[in-house]
Nanobody, 120 residues
Framework: QVQLVESGGGLVQAGGSLRLSCAVS????????MGWYRQAPGKQRELVAT???????NYADSVKGRFTISRDNAKKLVYLQMNSLKPEDTAVYYC??????????????WGQGTQVTASS
């Protein structure tokens, strides 16, 4: 059974910083792309940032220059450093991991989500 557990969310004033962490555990052969998504009330879930197993990153335009995604492959962790937070960043943030089996099949897993609130 695979689990993704996020931590690090909370309430911060606009302009502040938070760091999210996500730990992947369970029966894992290898991890491909990992990422962070977010969902604000009344809106669809949207991509925030992704990172490949070799460290190639991709960001939503709205967070470029403010957020940084990173990962520790040995520890099966992915991080999201969020700086200069804005009220519009307020959302539930979800960790995502694409796990590859020994047979080459890829399955997608999600964490339970962590609330990030940036107050104005």
């Amino acid at each position: 059974q695979v689990q993704l557990v996020e931590s690090g969310g909370g309430l911060v004033q606009a302009g502040g910083s938070l760091r999210l962490s996500c730990a992947v555990s369970g029966n894992i052969f290898s991890i491909d792309v990992m990422g962070w998504y977010r969902q604000a009330p009344g809106k669809q879930r949207e991509l925030v940032a992704t990172i490949t197993s070799v460290g190639r990153t991709n960001y939503a335009d709205s967070v470029k220059g403010r957020f940084t995604i990173s990962r520790d492959n040995a520890k099966k962790l992915v991080y999201l450093q969020m700086n200069s937070l804005k009220p519009e960043d307020t959302a539930v943030y979800y960790c995502n991991a694409n796990l590859r089996s020994r047979y080459g099949l890829v399955s997608t897993y999600w964490g339970q989500g962590t609330q990030v609130t940036a107050s104005s």
